[in-house]
């Protein structure tokens, strides 16, 4: 409202609270309150206000997600603008699978913490989620609610976030090798080619093994170092 009225010179009428506002602009007068409105805002928006971000609650695992755990919240409700449904962040689990719907609009992410196994939805969230690969370990942050899906009542977390885990930097010489095997068969069937975020999903020896793109970046910058391999970066390959 502050931010209107100090433009009221170029609109009809304008009207708000703290969460919301509207107004009318006097003809012809769009690009003076354009103006207007961003020089009065430039000096109030810092990096850290312009920054989305999430607020954790609490740090929960795989094993949380549950119908037991979503009833000891029901004490919490109802939820609102000043009491907002706590967000939940679950760290260092790996995509064991994405799935997405017809319109590529939302995503479901299967994760596991190599116990426990959960299929999470990430709605409009397609443009983060591709960022990933199966066998990326992340952290992903959302709230906790029922999911009622043909007849069965389950637990699910909804998620609003998604970030790569540190444990992507591991690297050991079994990797190494992996990674290498792979490359070298591609090469020596005229491929060399590959891109620079995934080698995956790949099979040796018989088992299926996931490369992560931190995992990959490594290896390819040791592999370079060691002048084992020649890479150049062409495009967006």
Known sequence: FDALNSCNSSLIKFGGHELAAGFTVAPGLIDTFRQNIND?????LTDEIAAPHIQIDSVITLKDICMQTVDALDILEPYGISNKAPVFCIKDVMI?????TQNKKHAFLTLTDGTYTKELPAFSMQDLVSD???GDYVSV????SVNNFRGVTSAQIVIKDIHESEKNQYIDRRILADIFTLIKKRIE??????????????????????????QTKTALKIFSELKILDIETTGNA
């Open 96 to 100: 064991k699978s994405i799935r997405y």
């Open 189 to 214: 069937t005229g491929n060399n080619t590959l891109s620079k975020n995934n080698l995956q999903p790949v099979y040796v020896a018989g088992k299926k093994i996931y490369f992560n793109r931190l």
């Open 40 to 44: 009065y805002c430039k000096p109030l």
């Open 132 to 134: 990933f690969y199966e």
């Open 141 to 144: 942050a959302g709230i906790l």
